[in-house]
């Protein structure tokens, strides 16, 4: 269950159940990625055998500043289809790792679906979530960062929000910079608008109808 559209994790805009893409999942010892659809199977395994699922893949590395990191692990049955749902009961600290993971990986599933021999994107993206501050989320160097509601703002780990905070990380790989004229936070902003197709990032960042530009918010 992950926060849907661009607006953040509210009551308002509950999670829904979302298809999670390059998902790491672990079985007998045997390792595999969910595909585009969110599926992954285990030929040679011929009996019930325990599946763990977390945040992590080829793509992204997901960390709870909050606690442990979430994992699912759920027997399944062998020569049939099973469903395992992360985070069932819509925990908002669980909905802020599953946001961070899902949105990293549409960002670079984007690059890839606009430029298909571009490899820029393809790499590790460390995300921290639930970082007991407010109001804010950045990129440092080596890792996005993104806080707890409190303050008058929502949990900061949310679509246009991740993928601004990731735009700039991808300034850094293309070699574009983040520095002090603005250019960095504008080409972040782009790399949300774009990957959205919409002109608002951070959209109700400090509440229903009171959004944030990044330039004024996100690091």
């Known amino acids: 269950f992950v926060t849907p559209g661009f607006a953040p994790d509210s009551a308002s805009n509950p999670e829904l159940v979302t298809p999670m893409r390059h ?20 030929p040679t395994l011929s009996s019930a055998t325990p599946v763990t699922v977390d945040f ?14 979430y994992s699912l692990t759920q027997t399944v049955p062998a020569n049939s289809s099973t469903t395992l749902t992360m985070n069932p009961a819509s925990t908002a600290l669980i909905t802020a790792q599953g946001n961070a993971f899902h949105h ?13 021999n571009d490899a820029t994107a393809d790499f590790v993206m460390t995300a921290n979530v639930n970082l007991a501050q407010t109001c804010n989320a950045y990129y440092n160097g080596s890792s996005t960062n993104y806080f ?18 990731c735009g700039h990380w991808l300034n850094d790989r293309y070699g574009l910079g983040n520095g002090p004229d603005g250019m960095g936070e504008g080409n972040a902003d782009v790399a949300a608008m774009y990957l959205y197709d919409t002109p608002l990032v951070g959209q109700d960042f400090c509440g229903p109808g009171k959004h944030a530009a990044a330039s004024e918010r996100l690091a």
């Open 104 to 116: 990293v990986n549409l960002l670079r599933d984007w690059v890839r679906s606009v430029l298909p």
């Open 23 to 42: 998902l790491r999942v672990s079985a007998a010892g045997l390792t595999t990625t969910t595909d585009l659809n969110g599926a992954f199977s285990f």
């Open 56 to 69: 992590r893949g080829p793509f992204n590395n997901v960390l709870n500043d909050a606690g442990a990191e």
């Open 148 to 165: 707890q509601a409190g303050g008058s703002c929502v949990n900061t780990a949310y679509s246009t929000v991740i993928a601004h905070e």
